[in-house]
């Protein structure tokens, strides 16, 4: 059971952080919305992206990563696995707050303004929050992989 859940774990954090790296490098060549049929292919891809590569592979990564911890009782005091777990729900509530939705938001829009539903100049106001709420959680991210591999001996918690 250990390897499976660090082998799920480990999947979830490689497509997580993949599925980031790829919607970063699509947020730096999204044309700019006045060229409504390119911005709403790439706003789509990137909300295709966020539904089916980034929220599977947090959900995948945290749930494996917090049954690890309740299974292995070498984990229960060690502090490195406890910061994990804090920034691994972090990351799950900003990855919904500031990833997933804007994105899913932001592909309906441009797909509504390309058929003439909605204004076009209510698009693109989210892209640097986007690119920036990203960074974080791939920094924060590489700091998970980082504790992981290392495992420092952070405070030890009582037994």
Same mark, same amino acid.
């Given at each position: 059971?250990?390897?499976?859940?660090?082998?799920?774990?480990?999947?979830?954090?490689?497509?997580?952080?993949?599925?980031?790296?790829?919607?970063?490098?699509?947020?730096?060549?999204?044309?700019?919305?006045?060229?409504?049929?390119?911005?709403?292919?790439?706003?789509?891809?990137?909300?295709?992206?966020?539904?089916?590569?980034?929220?599977?592979?947090?959900?995948?990564?945290?749930?494996?990563?917090?049954?690890?911890?309740?299974?292995?009782?070498?984990?229960?005091?060690?502090?490195?696995?406890?910061?994990?777990?804090?920034?691994?729900?972090?990351?799950?509530?900003?990855?919904?707050?500031?990833?997933?939705?804007?994105?899913?938001?932001?592909?309906?829009?441009?797909?509504?303004?390309?058929?003439?539903?909605?204004?076009? *100049? +209510?698009?693109?106001?989210? #892209? %640097?929050?986007? $690119?920036?709420? /990203?960074?974080? @959680?791939? !920094?924060? *991210? +590489?700091?998970?992989?980082? #504790? %992981?591999?290392? $495992?420092?001996? /952070?405070?030890? @918690?009582? !037994?």
């Amino acid at each position: 059971m250990r390897r499976l859940l660090k082998f799920l774990h480990t999947m979830g954090a490689i497509g997580l952080m993949g599925a980031m790296a790829s919607l970063l490098v699509l947020l730096s060549l999204a044309p700019p919305p006045t060229s409504l049929a390119g911005y709403a292919v790439i706003r789509g891809a990137m909300g295709a992206i966020a539904t089916w590569i980034f929220f599977p592979s947090l959900g995948l990564t945290l749930i494996a990563g917090l049954l690890a911890i309740g299974l292995n009782r070498g984990y229960h005091n060690a502090g490195w696995a406890w910061a994990k777990a804090a920034t691994g729900i972090l990351i799950f509530e900003s990855g919904f707050v500031g990833v997933l939705g804007p994105m899913q938001q932001e592909a309906d829009q441009s797909a509504r303004a390309l058929a003439g539903q909605v204004d076009p *100049a +209510t698009l693109a106001g989210s #892209l %640097g929050p986007e $690119r920036n709420t /990203l960074w974080v @959680l791939l !920094a924060v *991210a +590489t700091a998970n992989v980082v #504790l %992981g591999i290392w $495992r420092p001996r /952070l405070t030890r @918690l009582p !037994a």
